[in-house]
């Protein structure tokens, strides 16, 4: 069975419970395994860290129960809490995996740019004070896309087999004083996005030139960078999968506060 699930990270230590802290995976097994009466364990599309968001999070499991979709969903919902929400339920064979057979993952970094910070979206946006230059930060992102070695974009901790990673899609918008960054890649470090960010950042507000990023992706040194983004401002939008998994639409809604 694969489910899509929506998820508000500010309470949670990450996806995956820690020592200092409840993960998403933890209350999602445990209100799965209340809908089963069996003990449920699943694997997600992409980990996300302690504070990041989650619009369309992908997991599967195994089970010996059958349950109409609705006892997966609304079902399973009851037991979890209010940050946590299935979105839908979806039977699949046992040659789908939520992690492995994912094409891509998105994320979108979302900032408000102002003088002030936020006050109605604390804990879901990051905040920059100084004037960002749009076109500086895309002439930046320019040199990320592609496959490289993200070795200077990593966490220290990072339990990635290797550092290589293809971005597909990196572009930067604004809308008022909504900044948004927007990638698309094969799959991520630890950190990764918000490592990219964090050069990103300096970039537009002059402090760097675009072609910095370069230099940051050649080193392949984290001590090379930035620093890193705050986790509010991050969101895993969904993976993408081959059309012949024939899960439900992993289109999100638009992800803007206003």
């Given at each position: 069975?694969?489910?899509?699930?929506?998820?508000?990270?500010?309470?949670?230590?990450?996806?995956?419970?820690?020592?200092d802290?409840?993960?998403?995976?933890?209350?999602?097994e445990?209100a799965?395994?209340?809908?089963?009466?069996?003990?449920?364990?699943?694997q997600?599309?992409?980990?996300?860290?302690?504070?990041?968001?989650?619009?369309?999070?992908?997991?599967?499991?195994?089970?010996?129960?059958?349950?109409?979709?609705?006892?997966?969903?609304?079902?399973?919902?009851?037991?979890?809490?209010?940050?946590v929400?299935?979105?839908?339920?979806q039977?699949?064979?046992?040659?789908?995996?939520?992690?492995?057979?994912?094409?891509?993952?998105?994320?979108?970094?979302?900032?408000?740019?102002?003088?002030?910070?936020?006050?109605?979206?604390?804990?879901?946006?990051?905040?920059?004070?100084?004037?960002?230059?749009?076109?500086?930060?895309?002439?930046?992102?320019?040199?990320?896309?592609?496959?490289?070695?993200?070795?200077?974009?990593?966490?220290?901790?990072?339990?990635?087999a290797h550092?290589?990673?293809?971005v597909?899609?990196?572009?930067?918008?604004?809308?008022?004083?909504?900044?948004?960054?927007?990638?698309?890649?094969?799959?991520?470090l630890?950190?990764?996005?918000?490592?990219?960010?964090?050069?990103?950042?300096?970039?537009?507000?002059?402090?760097?030139?675009?072609?910095?990023?370069?230099?940051?992706?050649?080193?392949?040194?984290?001590?090379?960078?930035?620093?890193?983004?705050?986790a509010a401002?991050?969101?895993?939008l969904?993976?993408?999968y081959?059309?012949?998994?024939?899960?439900?639409?992993l289109?999100?809604?638009?992800?803007?506060p206003w």
């Amino acid at each position: 069975m694969a489910l899509g699930i929506e998820y508000d990270g500010s309470a949670f230590c990450g996806w995956q419970t820690q020592a200092d802290g409840v993960g998403v995976q933890s209350v999602v097994e445990a209100a799965l395994s209340q809908v089963a009466d069996e003990a449920i364990a699943v694997q997600c599309a992409g980990r996300t860290d302690a504070g990041v968001h989650a619009l369309c999070q992908v997991v599967h499991f195994d089970t010996s129960r059958e349950r109409p979709l609705r006892a997966w969903t609304l079902g399973t919902n009851t037991h979890l809490p209010r940050a946590v929400s299935i979105r839908w339920a979806q039977p699949v064979g046992q040659d789908f995996n939520a992690r492995f057979s994912a094409e891509s993952r998105s994320y979108r970094y979302l900032l408000l740019n102002r003088a002030s910070r936020a006050g109605l979206w604390h804990g879901r946006i990051a905040w920059e004070h100084r004037s960002l230059e749009i076109a500086r930060m895309n002439a930046a992102a320019a040199h990320l896309v592609g496959a490289h070695d993200f070795s200077s974009f990593r966490a220290a901790g990072c339990q990635s087999a290797h550092p290589r990673r293809t971005v597909h899609r990196l572009t930067i918008s604004r809308r008022g004083e909504l900044v948004s960054v927007d990638i698309t890649a094969n799959a991520f470090l630890q950190h990764m996005v918000r490592n990219i960010v964090g050069v990103l950042l300096k970039i537009g507000a002059g402090e760097r030139e675009p072609g910095w990023a370069a230099e940051v992706l050649a080193a392949r040194d984290r001590r090379a960078a930035a620093m890193t983004a705050p986790a509010a401002g991050l969101y895993f939008l969904a993976p993408a999968y081959p059309s012949c998994f024939d899960l439900p639409d992993l289109k999100t809604p638009d992800l803007e506060p206003w």
